[in-house]
T-cell receptor, first 113, second 118 residues
Framework: DTAVSQTPKYLVTQMGNDKSIKCEQN?????MYWYKQDSKKFLKIMFS???????INETVPNRFSPKSPDKAHLNLHINSLELGDSAVYFC????????????FGSGTQLSVL | AQKVTQAQTEISVVEKEDVTLDCVYE???????LFWYKQPPSGELVFLIR??????QNEISGRYSWNFQKSTSSFNFTITASQVVDSAVYFC???????????????FGKGTKLSVKP
């Protein structure tokens, strides 16, 4: 069983479209995250949810909206996609608490044409 | 401000060589956590190690070892007798200890791409 699974693995779409990436974890963790890895491999946090509540929202355009129906799921919706949104998006989860290690999903490569 | 610097962008070695990946961090917190993650060509992020700021003991795991020195704000990673399968991008990351605030917010370095040639 995959601990943190995200779908789809690849997403190719046109500018202006709306798309979603799904993430599920079966580790029983309380906190889930979305990270973005750009073309230069730089990883940066986008969102963090703890027990379905948003606790981090870094400077991310409001076209990006995380949705957490329950603590095992954290989906990422992106509206009006732009070329600059092309990146790899990683979902992750961790136990609640200080310095807990993050378990990452395998990533979703988003290409906006 | 929190910051992680991996000055080596790319390193290329021949199999069986030892290689050290450097990581320097900045933080104002007295409680913080340091991590190393590996990203092989397949793209997933693999956890390697976590260290808290109160534990300066060096750690060895097989061919991997980590040298944490608070005096120089460094957390370097050494691979002994490197193998082709070690080829990957390696990320150092910092997490500060503020509970309920930035917990889980890993500040990543820009990564070091290691190529091990046969």
């Amino acid at each position: 069983d995959t601990a943190v699974s995200q779908t789809p693995k690849y997403l190719v779409t046109q500018m202006g479209n709306d798309k979603s990436i799904k993430c599920e974890q079966n580790l029983g963790h309380d906190t889930m995250y979305w990270y973005k890895q750009d073309s230069k491999k730089f990883l940066k946090i986008m969102f963090s949810y703890n027990n379905k509540e948003l606790i981090i929202n870094e400077t991310v355009p409001n076209r990006f909206s995380p949705k957490s129906p329950d603590k095992a799921h954290l989906n990422l919706h992106i509206n009006s996609l732009e070329l600059g949104d092309s990146a790899v998006y990683f979902c992750a989860s961790s136990q609640e608490g200080r310095g807990e290690k993050l378990f990452f999903g395998s990533g979703t490569q988003l290409s906006v044409l | 401000a929190q910051k992680v610097t991996q000055a080596q962008t790319e390193i290329s070695v021949v199999e069986k060589e030892d290689v050290t990946l450097d990581c320097v961090y900045e933080t104002r917190d007295t409680t913080y956590y340091l991590f190393w993650y590996k990203q092989p060509p397949s793209g997933e992020l693999v956890f390697l190690i976590r260290r808290n700021s109160f534990d300066e003991q060096n750690e060895i795991s097989g061919r991997y070892s980590w040298n944490f020195q608070k005096s120089t704000s460094s957390f370097n990673f050494t691979i002994t007798a490197s193998q082709v399968v070690d080829s990957a991008v390696y990320f150092c990351a910092l997490s500060e200890g503020n509970y309920g605030g930035s917990q889980g917010n890993l500040i990543f370095g820009k990564g070091t791409k290691l190529s091990v040639k046969p």
